[in-house]
């Protein structure tokens, strides 16, 4: 039973992983591509994580799959802000956005 619960997870996990690179490959838009990336990619990351957790069971694997799914929470939303705001800063032309009257003067300071 738990070989399933492994190979789902694994699979589930490589299945978001490769959403994510396709959506970074096939989007038009750098704020869809950062999004595809850190919401797909960390979501495969973590399962397949949590596979390995789950196949080697001792409390060292388990304490380091837990400590990089924390850190892949906590960084990847904050490089997608950083990413997307240096985009916008830069002037990188962006697919089918509406910008609100003034946010583009307060948002380029």
Request: hydrophobic share 60%; net charge positive.
């Amino acid at each position: 039973m738990l070989d399933l619960i492994m190979a789902a997870l694994v699979l589930l996990g490589g299945f978001f992983c490769f959403v994510a690179g396709f959506g970074v490959l096939r989007l038009p838009d750098v704020l869809m591509r950062m999004h595809a990336s850190t919401k797909a990619g960390t979501l495969g990351s973590g399962l397949i994580l949590v596979a390995v957790a789950v196949y080697f069971g001792d409390l060292a694997t388990i304490t380091r799959a837990v400590a990089a799914i924390l850190f892949l929470l906590i960084t990847a939303p904050v490089a997608a802000h950083m990413i997307g705001r240096a985009a916008f800063r830069v002037g990188v032309p962006l697919w089918k956005t509406d910008i609100e009257d003034g946010a583009e003067e307060k948002l380029r300071r």
